[in-house]
């Protein structure tokens, strides 16, 4: 059966399509409707599952790994296509490894590990938690007495201080895993010059928060 005719079908049987709507979804992710279904590449069968989800416009979307097997400009103009979804009142539930593609498409995320939900929230409000990076040059303080007063910081990994030889500038570079404000209070052991804060993106969150439910359990 070819991809026309297998999404006519579909239509038939879950109910009425926009006039046109097949044809546009399908020009948007570069879908051939005029061949057979099972001759084609696992992308353009996820292509047809994508217009067969977008076609009647549902209330709700359930989409699951969305863009396995799709190209990067497919998997462009597949966000634009949620992202008005959004816009138009529906509702999406996306199910996705690609962190990426959730940071760009959600509002709220629920993460899982092994069975369990171990965080859930706003986008922002998961890279906020989580872990931030920290570079900044400090004067006026000995080099191993900021290292200690570093180390000395709860939820504080990865201290690096250094200071090349002649110089008074000390550069430090810490990793905080909690509330920043401990560690920026032992940068006051000296004199701050210069500082940095990284924030993670939700890669970098996610997998800090697999990795506390690893040791928690």
């Known amino acids: 059966m070819k991809g026309r005719a297998l999404l006519r079908h579909l239509a038939d049987i879950s109910g009425p399509v926009a006039p046109g709507m097949v044809d546009e979804l399908a020009e948007r992710l570069g879908l051939d409707l005029t061949r057979p279904v099972g ?32 190209d990067p400009l497919v998997q462009r103009e597949f966000l634009a296509m949620l992202t008005e979804a959004r816009n138009d009142g529906q509702t999406v ?26 965080a859930e929230g706003s986008v922002a409000a998961l890279r906020i938690a989580s872990v931030r990076r920290i570079r900044a040059t400090v004067t006026a303080t ?67 928060l697999y990795e506390q439910k690893g040791k928690a359990s």
């Not at 209330?59 to 799709?70: A, F, K, M, N, Y």
């Not at 007495?145 to 180390?151: F, K, P, T």
């Open 93 to 118: 539930m996306l199910s996705s490894h690609v962190l990426s593609e959730v940071q760009q498409a959600a509002d709220d995320v629920a993460v899982l590990a092994h069975g369990h939900v171990v």
């Open 39 to 70: 001759t084609l590449s696992k992308g353009n069968k996820q292509k047809v599952g994508l217009v067969q989800a977008f076609m009647h416009r549902p209330d709700l979307l359930v989409l699951d790994e969305p863009t396995s097997g799709l």
């Open 142 to 208: 000995p080099p191993d007495a900021l290292r200690a007063s570093l180390l000395a910081v709860t939820d504080v990994d990865e201290v690096d201080v250094t200071q090349a030889p002649g110089s008074e500038l000390i550069r430090v570079a810490a990793t905080a895993l909690g509330a920043i404000d401990p560690l920026i209070r032992a940068l006051t052991a000296g004199t701050i010059r210069d500082l940095t804060v990284e924030e993670p993106d939700l890669e970098e969150s996610v997998l800090s």
